[in-house]
Antibody
Framework: EVQLVESGGGLVHPGGSLRLSCAAS????????MSWVRQAPGKGLEWVSV????????YYSESVKGRLTISRDNAKNTVHLEMSNVRAEDTAVYYC??????????????????WGKGTTVTVSS | AIRIVQSPSSLSTSPGDRVTITCRAS??????LAWYQQRPGKAPNLLIY???SLQSGVPSRFSGSGSGTEFTLTINFLQSEDFATYYC?????????FGGGTILQIK
């Protein structure tokens, strides 16, 4: 069974740091990109970051660029999100999601096909 | 960044009804659009990818259409478990982006 389990959430003071982790199982981890998506209380989904299967390519939303860093350890089937200089607006449930690879003819599509249950980050003094 | 406008933001409807949700992208995303369902307190679940391809295990009453900048999700014969929030997402260009969501409520 394909499974993603996030951990590391909690209460952090503004300006502080936190490291989120996502443990993956049930698929060939190193061949798939992994994303983080967050959801502030009562709000919609916001994509945060993605890292390619090899770890060579990383992209971020403008709202987190320079403060949040995505990384992965393919030996441990784990993806991380390092959060630094956090702000109140970073308060959210953080979901880890696997990028799928669905090819129709010669075109491949990469939606977020498996999601973890999320871990909650609260930024407050 | 590509902006996605999703409408309506909420919809009151009844079991057995047919509903249509629309997403409009600010730029051409070809068919790189997905639809997700999110029930309260749960993670999102992929319904449709490539604008119109049904994800494995998703009931056939769900369907997607469109390409370029305009897309629709249609749910035929609404079941009680379909009352949830729906999001579209483009994955054509980074940064990836979601629509604002549509809450389906029981009338």
């Amino acid at each position: 069974e394909v499974q993603l389990v996030e951990s590391g959430g909690g209460l952090v003071h503004p300006g502080g740091s936190l490291r989120l982790s996502c443990a993956a199982s049930g698929f060939n981890f190193r061949t798939f990109g992994m994303s983080w998506v967050r959801q502030a209380p009562g709000k919609g989904l916001e994509w945060v970051s993605v890292i390619s299967g090899s770890g060579e390519n990383r992209y971020y939303s403008e709202s987190v660029k320079g403060r949040l860093t995505i990384s992965r350890d393919n030996a441990k089937n784990t993806v991380h999100l390092e959060m630094s200089n956090v702000r109140a607006e970073d308060t959210a449930v953080y979901y880890c999601a696997k990028t799928g690879g669905y090819c129709i003819g010669t075109t491949c599509y990469n939606p977020l096909d498996v999601w973890g249950k999320g871990t909650t980050v609260t930024v407050s003094s | 960044a590509i902006r996605i406008v999703q409408s309506p933001s909420s919809l009151s409807t009844s079991p057995g009804d047919r509903v249509t949700i629309t997403c409009r992208a600010s730029q051409d995303v070809s068919s790189y659009l997905a639809w997700y369902q999110q029930r309260p307190g749960k993670a999102p679940n992929l319904l449709i990818y490539a604008a119109s391809s049904l994800q494995s295990g998703v009931p056939s009453r769900f369907s997607g259409s469109g390409s370029g900048t305009e897309f629709t999700l249609t749910i035929n014969f609404l079941q009680s478990e379909d009352f949830a929030t729906y999001y579209c997402q483009q994955y054509h260009t980074f940064p990836l982006s979601f629509g604002g969501g549509t809450i389906l409520q029981i009338k």
